[in-house]
């Protein structure tokens, strides 16, 4: 692994020169490393770019981690990682991506992680995404895919960090009877850079439940867009909220969708964009802070 | 340790809500104003803390003018204020809050210790966020404790009692005395409350604008509770100010 790969790894899966459970690093389009243990089976997929990855039943809270660095212009990587989370199995697993750019051409990261979890499994998800380096475009196009089984529960927590100046993020779930899952995305944006994030979520099962909430803020000229589809095709509780801070003249436009075909179906939106509040502001001013200060609180917190 | 002098302000509208208002607030004590609604308790509140700025008129602290100083100036200077309406905040936690009024790291003790003058467990809300899933009074309690957790010397207060349970009020009187018997500092509270009026060393009456009557409590709670008088019908006693 190079230097850029271990910054990467310090901010998006918390490297401290090692892993404690299960990994594959994967760089410019390699695997670097990679480590199965007796609970988690990590193994290239043939004929396509990627893992499978099998974390069995007995797994009781391993941290597997699968990160993608992209630490130079001029590559556009793709991977394809299926994670099967056999019956029961409990695991957190982290992904995300970095991408670094300094020679002046452009570089792309496209992941597309599916998940497919057995009855009971419970599984956190954790994803960031990062871009550091030159003025070059760089590119992080996550797609994710869930299917959760009866009773199978699934947190996802996605971040886009920063200095990414495209991104097209895509997540589509299928929820069987009893099945929770929880998203919480966090999503900056500045300068010229644009942000898609599009999310359905299709809940089939009886006592299903998503919540999705995604918090963005939008700086200088950029543009975001946010999309959401829930539909509850049986009795269910969907939530999903998008709150955005505007700064600038950047863009925000969100696209709620909900669809009850079941009379059971209890579905809610909410959705918040525009600017900071200036009672916000005064009150940390009160407190001491700056404007500045007091506005980078608020974004920070916001974020977290 | 502070004074007020010859302060104007009028409304947006034009509405001359404070007409030459003086007064003299001083350290180690409790002062009161009270008065009807619409007679620029608020107003006058706001001014002291620099969220408004006065159309003339000066605000001294400690001697020194800080009539121009903005709000985080005054902040610095010791000003400490805490909102009628309280703010919401997504995503910062009410600890976080607490650290920012303390302009320090604090303890879970610490937390504990500020929360618990407010009438709230400290492990149940310092991880709490300060949004709407705080009720009214929830939210007020954080305001008026992220006032106690700053390293001021002017406590500002405005109407603390909105919103607070009687079990929590009885605790924030306390509070209040508490503060009171630190002789370096001042405590000015905006308030209708008879339990709040009862505990100051001064009360300030504020009406149409300008200050109708001050003095000690003593002196003045006594006019101001016959003010009211009782209702003939139900024999409760009647608001002091209509």
């Known amino acids: 692994m190079n230097s850029i790969t271990g910054k990467f790894l310090e901010t998006l899966a918390g490297w401290k020169g090692t892993f404690s459970g299960a990994y594959s ?3 410019n389009g390699s695997c670097a490393e990679m480590r199965s243990t007796p609970f988690v089976e990590i193994t290239p997929k043939s004929g396509l770019s990627g893992l499978d990855i099998r974390i069995l039943p007995g797994c009781r809270g391993e941290v597997v ?17 299926d994670f099967y ?30 998940f497919f979890l057995e009855p009971g499994a419970k599984v956190k998800y954790i994803e960031k995404h990062l871009g550091t380096g030159d003025a070059s475009p760089r590119a992080i196009d996550p797609e994710t895919v869930i299917q959760l089984g009866e009773g199978a529960q699934l947190e996802m927590d996605t971040a886009q960090l920063g200095g990414v100046d495209r991104a097209d993020r895509r997540t589509k779930a299928v929820l069987g009877a009893g099945a929770r899952l929880v998203i919480r995305e966090r999503l900056l944006t500045e300068g010229q850079q644009q942000a898609k994030s599009d999310f359905v979520v299709q809940m089939d099962g009886e006592g299903a439940a998503v919540d999705l909430v995604s918090r963005s803020v939008a700086r200088g000229d950029s543009r975001q867009s946010f999309r959401s589809q829930i539909t509850g095709n049986a009795p269910c509780t969907g939530h999903s909220e998008c709150d955005a801070l505007v700064d600038g003249n950047a863009k925000v436009d969100a696209t709620p969708m909900l669809s009850a075909n079941h009379p059971d179906a209890a579905l809610i ?36 | 340790m502070l004074e007020l002098r010859d302060i104007k302000w009028s409304a947006p509208d034009g509405t001359r809500v404070l007409d030459g208002v003086d007064l003299t607030v001083k350290s ?8 009807p609604n619409g007679g620029g308790k608020t107003t006058l509140a706001k001014l002291v803390a620099g969220v408004e700025a006065p159309e003339s008129g000066r605000i001294l602290l400690d001697g020194d003018d800080i009539t121009g100083l903005d709000v985080t100036q005054r902040a610095r200077k010791g000003v400490c204020f805490a909102f009628q ?7 910062i936690p009410v600890r976080r ?146």
């Not at chain 2, 306390?174 to 009171?180: D, E, M, N, V």
Request: net charge negative.
């Open chain 1, 25 to 27: 690093v994967r760089e």
């Open chain 1, 65 to 81: 981690a699968v990160p993608a660095c992209v630490t130079q212009g001029g590559i556009d990587d793709l991977a394809y990682n």
């Open chain 1, 85 to 114: 989370v056999g019956a029961g199995a409990e695991a957190t697993i982290i992904a995300g991506c970095g991408v670094h750019t300094e020679n002046g051409e452009p570089a792309r990261h496209s992941g597309i992680h599916r």
């Open chain 1, 269 to 304: 939106h909410e959705a918040a964009i525009g600017k900071i509040a200036g009672e916000q502001i005064v009150k940390l001013r009160t407190l001491g802070l700056t404007q500045e200060e007091a506005e980078a609180e608020i974004v920070r917190g916001f974020l977290e």
């Open chain 2, 28 to 35: 180690g004590g409790l002062t009161v104003i009270t008065g």
């Open chain 2, 85 to 91: 309406q309280p703010v919401r905040f997504k995503g």
């Open chain 2, 97 to 242: 809050l607490l650290e920012l009024a303390a302009g320090e790291s604090l303890t879970e003790v610490q937390v504990c210790a500020l929360l618990n003058q407010v009438g709230l467990c400290g492990q149940e809300y310092m991880g709490r966020q300060v949004d709407a899933s705080l009720s009214g009074g929830e939210i007020k309690r954080v305001e008026i404790a992220t006032v106690l957790a700053r390293p001021g010397k002017l406590f500002l207060f405005d109407e603390p009692e909105a919103g607070i349970d009687l079990w929590s009020f009885s605790g924030l009187i306390s509070a209040f005395q508490s503060l009171r018997d630190r002789r370096d500092k001042a405590l000015l509270l905006i308030s209708h409350q008879e339990r709040i009026l009862e505990i100051a060393d001064e009360i300030i009456v504020l009406s149409g604008g300008k200050v109708a009557q001050r003095g000690p409590a003593p002196e003045i709670l006594p006019q101001l509770m016959g003010k009211g008088g009782h209702c003939a019908d139900c024999g409760k006693r009647k608001a002091v100010f209509a």
